[in-house]
């Protein structure tokens, strides 16, 4: 019954390959996100869906590309992946009209590239 | 949405009230001031929010001053499992928002 799951949960891979990590929420939310965490602990917005319709894009390599197929999972790909793109990722969900609790958020990704 | 700005660290004695202070002087009038906690590494939890009134949960109470600028969020008696990093956000209920969180405050629980 978890309200958002993301998966995988730790992902260690090698320079230069391509990753994905996937993320479904079950709350019936309009609106998800891709958060970065960085190691001095800001979580900074990367990427922002509603009903599937990509409304917030910050300045992110184009290395990550988002993918909605439906207004419930948001998915994240990253090619060629970079020492750098180590960080835990955390999704999350809101309803944007009426906003209620705010985010919902997952229970992070941490990705180690070597 | 508003910036919020809050004390990096604070420590508080188990069982004693924690108040965790938050400015936010642009605050405009749609803005809802937000409390999160992030425990170790896990996903930021909601606690609590607030447009004017004072709130009350079973986590926490949220006290906003009259001028909307600053706010307290009150642990009533924290125990070590309160202890985590508290971010205080500000925004409006229907914005697509670009938020950030951080870095906010570290509160450490002692026994």
């Known amino acids: 019954d978890t309200a958002v799951s993301q998966t995988p949960k730790y992902l260690v891979t090698q320079m230069g390959n391509d990753k994905s990590i996937k993320c479904e929420q079950n709350?019936?939310?309009?609106?998800m996100y891709w958060y970065k965490q960085d190691s001095k602990k800001f979580l900074k917005i990367m990427f922002s869906y509603n009903n599937k319709e990509l409304i917030i894009n910050e300045t992110v390599p184009n290395r990550f590309s988002p993918k909605s197929p439906d207004k419930a999972h948001l998915n994240l790909h990253i090619n060629s992946l970079e020492l750098g793109d180590s960080a835990v990722y955390f999704c999350?969900?809101?309803?944007?009209?009426?906003?209620?609790?705010?985010?919902?958020f997952g229970s992070g990704t941490r990705l180690t590239v070597v | 949405d508003a910036k919020t700005t809050q004390p990096p660290s604070m420590d508080c004695a188990e069982g004693r009230a924690a108040n965790l202070p938050c400015n936010h002087s642009t605050i405009s009038g749609n803005e809802y001031v937000y409390w999160y906690r992030q425990i170790h590494s896990q996903g930021p939890q909601y606690i609590i929010h607030?447009?004017?009134n004072n709130e009350t949960n079973e986590m926490a109470s949220l006290i906003i001053t009259e001028d909307r600028k600053s706010s307290t969020l009150i642990l009533p008696h924290a125990t070590l499992r309160d202890t985590a990093v508290y971010y205080c956000?500000?925004?409006?209920?229907?914005?697509?928002?670009?938020?950030?969180f951080g870095p906010g405050t570290s509160l450490s629980v002692i026994p």
């Open positions: 956000i500000a925004r409006s209920k229907t914005s697509y928002d670009k938020v950030i």
């Open positions: 999350a969900s809101s309803q944007t009209q009426g906003g209620g609790y705010g985010y919902t």
């Open positions: 607030g447009l004017k």
């Open positions: 709350l019936g939310h309009d609106t």
